[in-house]
């Protein structure tokens, strides 16, 4: 249950709006400088700031270190859920991870882009309610150890893999991934078939979106993709953590195998490409809608069967301003789940 008089201060990637996802201090004064708020002075400022939805065209594009100006505190909920804690040896390092609840499948819960585990407490009552609930933070997030090893999206998807198994927890399992969670989640996915009893992938993105929207820009709106977002995309000399990988985690994504067939659902926020007005022309910006819907449509149809589900009124974070819009088609997906296995 939710303890409704206390609340952790978490700070959460910026969801305002995609040019500064998941960035860092740099990149967000970058973006902050270069944008012209001339229609709008503070108000814009502000706006821009507090818009409740997001494209995640820079979700997995743009560093996380220093999150900075660019993060906001969200208040998550403490809740009383009995869990039992691990810090877990995945080969390499060690991942700091929760399992509440009882009951198969497994649901397990992949964060985004250097968001802690504790940011899944809204919907953790209501999943462990009805099934086992895994959650853990990636290499270099939280307690998790980073080490040596990389970061990217496939040895993620390893860590995970190891992670379950010394956690003697049986499969297959039903995934969630959020945002750049949704990455790890395929790509797991993509290289453990038969460990997949089904997939929820939450605000997450296709992975050939950066390159299509580039695509069908020109002019002015193509000169501020260039000059606003593209300077944030550049790989350090010595990549070390997820934010580094994040364009060798998108093209092994691009490589990967197809997903299994599976219980498949994808929540995305409406109209979540014009969180980018104060960016991009108002041509570009419907341009911009109908490529996103097209690109989140080819991902569902990636799966026969696969359903989207359209979310109304949130930011980002879905799984945070209504929780019971993850909770519902995961509970949906765990009772089909055991009834085909009981049939």
């Known amino acids: 249950m939710h303890d409704k008089n206390r609340s952790l201060r978490i700070a959460l990637p910026q969801s305002a709006h995609p040019a500064f996802a998941f960035a860092g201090d740099d990149c967000y004064n970058h973006f902050m400088k270069k944008i012209n708020f001339s229609s709008g002075g503070i108000a814009a400022r502000r706006s821009l700031l507090f818009l409740p939805v997001i494209i995640c065209l820079a979700c997995q594009s743009l560093p996380v270190s220093g999150l900075g100006a660019a ?13 039992t804690e691990h810090m877990i040896d995945v080969g390499g390092r060690k991942l700091h991870g929760c399992v509440y609840g009882s009951g198969l499948p497994a649901v397990v819960l992949v964060s985004g882009f250097g968001s802690p585990q504790e940011y899944w407490n809204p919907v953790i009552p209501g999943l462990a309610a009805n099934a086992t609930v895994v959650t853990y933070d990636r290499a270099g997030v939280g307690e998790s150890e980073i080490n ?30 959020h945002s750049y969670g949704g990455f790890v989640a395929r790509l797991f996915a993509s290289m453990y ?27 002015k709106d193509l000169e501020t993709f260039d000059q606003v977002l ?16 994040r364009n060798v985690t998108r093209e092994q994504l691009k490589k990967s195998k197809p997903l299994p067939r599976m219980p498949f659902v994808v929540l995305t926020c409406r109209g979540r490409a014009y969180a980018m007005r104060p960016m991009f022309s108002e041509a570009a910006l419907a341009a911009i809608a109908k490529l996103d819907e097209d690109l989140m449509g080819r991902l569902v149809a990636s799966v026969p069967g696969g359903k989207q589900i359209m979310i109304e009124g949130t930011g980002h974070h879905v799984h945070v301003d209504k929780p019971q819009a993850l909770i519902a088609p995961v509970v949906e997906m765990i009772a089909a789940v055991r009834e085909k296995k009981n049939n």
């Open 148 to 177: 040596d090893l990389p970061a990217h999206g496939e040895q993620s998807a390893r860590d995970l893999h190891a992670l379950l198994a010394k956690l003697a927890l049986p499969g297959p399992y039903l995934l969630v991934g």
């Open 193 to 219: 078939p038969a460990d997949m009893a089904g997939l929820v992938l939450e605000e997450t993105q296709h992975e050939d979106n950066l390159d299509e929207i580039r695509g069908i820009l020109t002019g």
């Open 71 to 83: 993060q906001e505190q969200a208040g998550i909920p403490e809740i009383s859920t009995p869990k």
């Open 230 to 245: 593209l300077p944030g995309f550049a790989a350090p000399e010595n990549p070390k953590n997820e934010s580094d990988f």
